[in-house]
């Protein structure tokens, strides 16, 4: 995948910290920008379910 662009959200602006995104065969990868080593690869399927946890709360675990 290495031709494809990472793409960020455009809530994030000028800054460089934020999560990085590209998709293409049949999988998607995820990173943070300040550390693009690290990559999450991932199928479609289960970064739609990633994302639907984080956007309902599902993840938020405060003690």
């Known amino acids: 995948m290495a031709n494809h662009r990472w ?3 455009s809530y994030s602006a000028a800054h460089d910290n934020c999560v990085e995104i590209r998709t293409g065969n049949q999988l998607v990868e995820i990173r943070e920008s300040d550390d693009g080593e690290t990559i999450l690869r991932t199928t479609p399927a289960a ?4 994302l639907g946890a984080i956007k309902s709360g599902g993840l938020d675990h405060h003690a």
Do not use: V, Y
């Not at 970064?47 to 990633?50: D, E, K, S, V």
């Open 47 to 50: 970064a739609a379910a990633l």
């Open 7 to 9: 793409q960020k959200t």
